[in-house]
């Protein structure tokens, strides 16, 4: 009785959310509204059992008093829901994004400079006459992407025709990317419509 019930909410959501192709109506604003309050409170009893309790409640009691810091900033963090007080927000905001920056630094140039960099360096021949013809084309295209964005040569004669290379390797990339893009919305739209057809009125089999 509860499953269908759920069923019968979710296929109304989903119309709902679906009626938005035709304009901005009630029913869109409705399931809009669910959407966000079911997310923010699923995200805030996640990330008290999940990050806040193993992380900070039980070192706390266990007498790991380092975490007594992060703990201040977290009321603090609060405290931005007060006028008087939101100035010591401040100082949360200031440290999460001074950490994030300097994490997110170092984890960016590992992720997309080194590691794209050593994936780039690859024997041309390794007695696979198609893998090593990809790797050839992976060195030609690195090479002639990069020298499309070089502009302290004037792009004549040769140097032309490399940029232009480099310019066709960028298109197919940036189409294969929009096109796996699409491909994957086109997947949860699939998702959707067999879930009405099948689990709500039960038309599919």
Known sequence: MVETIGIW?????T???FSFLYRDNVFYKIAESIYVGVSAGYLLVQGWHDV?????????KTGNWIYVFPAILSVFMMLQLFNKTRWFSHLSIAFVVGIGAGYGFVTFLKSN?????FSAIVPLWNGNIWISLGQII?????????FY?????EHRGIFRAGGRLGMIFLMITFGASFGYTVMARIS???GRF????HDWLGIMK
Do not use: D, K
Not at 113 to 117: F, S
């Open 113 to 117: 400079l080194y590691e794209q960099v």
């Open 52 to 60: 806040v309790i193993p992380n900070l409640i039980i070192p706390l």
């Open 138 to 146: 992976l060195l030609l295209g690195t090479a002639t992407g990069l």
């Open 15 to 17: 119309l709902a959310i």
């Open 9 to 13: 909410i979710a296929g109304f959501l």
């Open 188 to 190: 949860l739209l699939i």
């Open 149 to 153: 964005f070089f502009f302290s040569i």
């Open 194 to 197: 067999y879930f009405l057809l």
